[in-house]
């Protein structure tokens, strides 16, 4: 009987161990951390159009990562189902490697790691993303 009763409640101390560590994960925190540094081009692919935008001018990934770093966010819904999307963001490194990916939907919306985050202080610089996709709908398509 004394087993069955230490038993129970070892479970019930991980359990809520386990219950603490997730719940600290729904803390409002900064999302995207990759430094401006490494990021040597930035790929955006609009999910609505299909037209695609690479960044690699220093002053425009060092404006996009600084403003990403800068928001903090809280966890929401998983986003494990929902289709469709504003724009796909890749980041890649000097070396044409793949450093993170993640999915802009507003100026408050992000979707990563499966999960929906909203910006709790600061916002995404959604405008500055869409001026620069209009730029890229306005050239002429070669063929």
């Known amino acids: 009987m004394k087993k069955s009763y230490k038993k129970r409640k070892y479970l019930l101390i991980v ?11 729904f ?23 299909g037209y695609e935008l690479n960044l690699s001018d220093r002053d425009d990934i060092y404006a996009v990562m600084n403003n990403l770093n800068d928001v903090t966010f809280q966890k929401g819904k998983p986003s494990i189902g929902y289709m469709g999307y504003s724009n796909r963001v890749t980041l890649y490194d000097q070396d044409g490697d793949e450093l993170d990916e993640f999915i802009i939907n507003s100026e ?3 979707r990563y790691h499966g999960f929906f985050y909203t910006a709790k202080s600061g916002n995404i610089d ?5 001026a620069w996709m209009a730029q890229v709908k306005a050239q002429p398509v070669e063929e």
Do not use: C, E, M, N
């Open 27 to 49: 803390i409002p925190q900064r999302v995207i951390t990759t430094s401006p540094s490494s990021v040597s081009r930035i790929h955006v692919f609009d999910g609505q159009s």
């Open 15 to 25: 359990g809520l161990v386990v219950g603490l560590l997730y719940a600290t994960t």
């Open 126 to 130: 959604y405008d500055k993303l869409d």
């Open 108 to 110: 408050d919306t992000l």
